[in-house]
Each structure stands twice: as structure tokens, then as C-alpha cells.
């Protein structure tokens, strides 16, 4: 059975202090609610990680990276690597996001590597793809979500593929507050899982948890986590409020 899980992602925000605060929030009130069936992720700035995960419980909150290193260790100023964040008791972390394609390049040669070096320390990958607004009115979004799954992920063996969650994050819908309706985001997403199952087999294709992003907040989970092929939420702005991100979480238990 694939997990249902609500992951936030912080983004740049957050002071080291701010970042701890928000997380005993998550973390008392995740724990309050006794949230079983939803694996609960936050995903922090770097400089958090190792502070947040000894401050939450990793029987209700996995903590995630938005990034690593292309590269094992050495000489790459400024760059963290996977073993590092896997080092901070990290579980999970976020590869391919649209804003690391767009503002720093991010090229699918880029991500297989970043996914391999992830893979091999253990982490778990949430892989971002998703099409931009021209392509969706182009008609090129099945072409361009097929074409990131394909060159980011599919040199992977299966035994590895079953430690990747995908996340479709349509790039016009993220931080606009416009969402994609629910019938939209179902159709990505059943025709991401048709294109792991071709790749894969229909067992590992319905093992894989499918998250939907772009503006999901307290008042459209509901109907998005209602659809049978969105397993759960990949959170922007709205994990950065505890009672938002607990609402969202809240709503995928419900289901
Ligand atoms: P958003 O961001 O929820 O603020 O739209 C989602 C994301 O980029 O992961």
C-alpha cells in the first residue's frame, strides 16, 4: 500500500529560531491529533535540520532537505551533500523543484545525479515535475511531465524507484494561489502512474505515492485528496502556519 503524506516545504524561509518554533508546533500538534496514517514531512532551509530533527518526534514527522549536492564530497563551496543531510537524521529530500529548474538550471542530467547521491545515503526523493503555463496551454503538459519523469528517474533499477515519491507541481499553480481543480490534478497524476507502470509494472506504479503542489491550502485539500491517484501534498505557503499545514494534514487523514 502506497503512504498518503502531507510534506511541507518551507522554502526560504524562516530564521533558525523561527524554523524551531514552527516546528514543536507541527510536531505537538501532529502528535495531539495522534496523526498514524499520514507520514508527515517538513522539509527546512539546511541550517535547520539537524536542530529540527531533535526537536520533533520521528514517530509522527520525517525531516526533509529542498536540496543536495550533485556531488559525493570534496571541494564544492557552498554545496551540502546528501551524506551530510542524511547525517542531521533527515529522512527525505526534495529534488527537481521548478523554482531549482528555473533559477539555478537544474537540468535532468543534474537531478540524476542528485537523485543517485540521495539514493545512495538512504534518503528518501520527493521528485518535483510539472509543466509551466504555456505548455499547459499548448497541450504539452503530458509530454513534458513524461519527459521529467523519464530523463530524471527511469535509468533507475525498480528496487531504487521504491524510494521515490513524485510530486506534480504544475509551475502555474504554485505560490499564484491559483489551483489546479481536482479533476486536473487527477488526471496528471493517473497518467504519471500509467507512465511508472509501463516502466515498471503495475505493482511498483501502485506502490508510489503521487502529491500534488501549486496553492494547496486548508480549504482545497479536502476535494484534492479525494481523488483516488493524489496520495497527498507537497506544501508551500501554507505549511508555513501550523494550523494551516495541521488542517491540510487533518484532511488527508480524513480520507
Ligand atoms: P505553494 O508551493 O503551496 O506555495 O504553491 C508549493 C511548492 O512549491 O512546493
Request: include cysteine.
Amino acid at each position: 500500500m502506497r503512504k498518503k503524506i502531507v510534506a511541507g516545504n518551507w522554502k526560504m524561509n524562516k530564521t533558525l529560531q523561527e524554523g524551531i518554533e514552527l516546528a514543536k508546533e507541527v510536531n505537538n500538534k501532529v502528535k495531539e491529533a495522534d496523526i498514524k496514517n499520514v507520514t508527515v514531512v517538513i522539509g527546512t532551509p539546511f541550517i535547520h535540520l539537524a536542530e529540527i530533527n531533535k526537536i520533533v518526534d520521528p514517530n509522527f514527522i520525517a525531516v526533509s532537505a529542498q536540496n543536495c549536492a550533485t556531488e559525493a564530497s570534496g571541494a564544492y563551496t557552498g554545496e551540502v551533500s546528501a551524506a551530510m543531510v542524511a547525517s542531521t537524521g533527515s529522512k527525505y529530500v526534495i529534488l527537481g523543484h521548478s523554482e531549482r529548474r528555473s533559477y539555478y538550471g537544474e537540468n535532468d542530467a543534474i537531478l540524476v545525479k542528485k537523485v543517485e547521491r540521495a539514493l545512495e545515503n538512504q534518503l528518501e526523493v520527493i521528485f518535483c515535475v510539472g509543466e509551466v503555463l504555456a505548455e499547459r496551454e499548448a497541450n504539452k503538459h503530458f509530454e513534458v511531465v513524461k519527459s521529467q519523469l523519464v530523463n530524471g528517474l527511469f535509468s533507475l533499477p525498480a528496487e531504487q524507484f521504491a524510494h521515490i515519491v513524485i510530486a506534480y507541481e504544475p509551475v502555474w499553480a504554485i505560490g499564484t494561489g491559483k489551483t489546479a481543480t481536482s479533476t486536473q490534478a487527477e488526471e496528471m497524476h493517473n497518467f504519471i502512474r500509467k507512465t511508472v507502470a509501463e516502466k515498471y509494472g503495475q505493482a511498483v506504479a501502485d506502490n508510489t505515492s503521487i502529491l500534488y503542489g501549486g496553492s494547496c491550502n486548508a480549504k482545497n485539500a479536502d476535494e484534492l485528496f479525494s481523488q483516488p491517484n493524489v496520495d497527498g501534498g507537497l506544501i508551500g505557503g501554507a505549511s508555513l502556519k501550523a494550523d494551516d499545514f495541521m488542517a491540510i494534514i487533518n484532511a488527508r487523514q480524513n480520507h
